[in-house]
């Protein structure tokens, strides 16, 4: 398809909502209106082009939403979705549909189900980094990491309050999904005293492996050193597992509790509260950029790939970078990590003394 063949662009919302990700939705439909492009809205993600649940999307119908958390078209986790035919389905309603490209917000998950969509169909598609998690290679940040980070780092300072009234030692689970990147910058930002990065997975990289007593000896070990300096609470950031929200606090707590049983310790799961709320600044700009830098890519011929933001410039990436390995035949390559940068860890083991 040539570039200027493209007449009307789709627009989804995919995977667990961030915030920001209207303001990504609002950037898109603003910019195909600028260029001359119709704009579609499809609902419920991946479920919406299966329903063939369309909604038009011109400059007024997306006023007044960049400062709305969530998403106003609303996501869905699609699981028929990942069947070839089903697939096909969706690129059968698209055309009828008359769209001729993809902007797809979400995760990794939503990544692989949209390269599947142009391997298989032909349909052009490009995606936008929308998690809190903050764990899509070739963006430095995604839309709603910033967000979250400021939930989760105003809770924090409350817990430190009344850790501090009581002299208690506090457990508090962060979202993250394995990247640990919300656990490192609230830790850094709120000053607690450890940080519990994410289990590891098996070789495989497909499996949790539990955490054991080396892991609850350490934290022993740190929060006796504590004592040692006087400090009479404490706060242990924990990267939940990626599983199941408040199960990794729960059992840290419980064996702490079982090695340390003289202390007060409580245990805080943050959860959901971290996807929700109003954008900040920084998500409301980072969502804006990448919207106009996705129709922007599509028309520049960026199939297949995310748009990010690297040293504060917008570049595009493979979205086969982003994707789960799961399908050998067509040669998918194995997901890459966007890793958290060493320095952030030596500092933040730093500011614990």
Do not use: W
Not at 63 to 87: D, T, Y
Not at 147 to 162: L, Q, V, W
Not at 215 to 222: A, G, K, N, P, R
Not at 250 to 276: A, F, N, S, Y
Request: hydrophobic share 35%; glycine share 10%; charged share 25%.
């Amino acid at each position: 398809m040539a570039n200027n063949q493209i007449k009307k662009i789709g627009v989804l919302t995919s995977g667990g909502d961030a915030p920001g990700m209207n303001a990504a939705i609002r950037a898109v439909a603003r910019t195909c209106a600028t260029n001359s492009i119709e704009c579609v809205g499809i609902n419920q993600g991946y479920k919406g082009l299966l329903d063939e649940d369309f909604t038009e999307l011109t400059p007024r119908a997306v006023g007044n939403i960049i400062n709305r958390g969530g998403s106003f078209l609303r996501s869905a986790r699609c699981k028929e979705f990942k069947f070839p035919e089903v697939r096909q389905k969706a690129a059968e309603n698209a055309r009828k549909a008359g769209i001729d490209a993809l902007v797809v917000i979400g995760g990794d998950g939503s990544f692989t189900g949209a390269l599947k969509l142009q391997t298989e169909t032909g349909i052009p598609v490009i995606g936008i980094p929308g998690t809190i998690d903050n764990d899509i290679y070739g963006s430095d940040y995604s839309i709603g990491f910033d967000t979250a980070i400021n939930t989760a780092m105003e809770a924090i300072d409350k817990i430190r309050d009344t850790a501090a009234a009581h002299d208690r030692i506090f457990f508090v689970e962060v979202m993250g999904h394995g990247s640990g990147y919300i656990a490192v910058y609230t830790g850094m930002a709120t000053g607690v005293e450890q940080i519990v990065m994410p289990p590891k997975k098996d070789k495989e990289n497909k499996n949790i492996i539990p955490d054991g007593d080396e892991l609850y000896d350490e934290i022993v070990s740190e929060l006796q050193k504590e004592d040692g300096r006087k400090k009479s609470s404490s706060i242990v950031i924990v990267s939940e597992n990626g599983k199941s929200i408040g199960e990794r606090v729960r059992i840290i707590t419980e064996e702490v509790k079982k090695r340390m049983p003289e202390k007060d310790i409580k245990e805080t799961t943050l959860g959901h509260i971290q996807r929700g709320g109003s954008p900040t600044t920084a998500d409301r700009v980072l969502a804006t950029r990448l919207g106009t830098g996705a129709v922007e890519g599509l028309l520049k011929g960026e199939y297949g790939m995310i748009t990010g933001v690297r040293d504060n410039k917008i570049v595009y990436t493979p979205l086969r970078d982003n994707t789960v390995a799961y399908d050998a035949e067509n040669d998918f390559d194995v997901k890459r990590t966007h890793e958290i940068i060493e320095e952030f860890r030596r500092v933040a083991n730093i500011m614990n003394i």
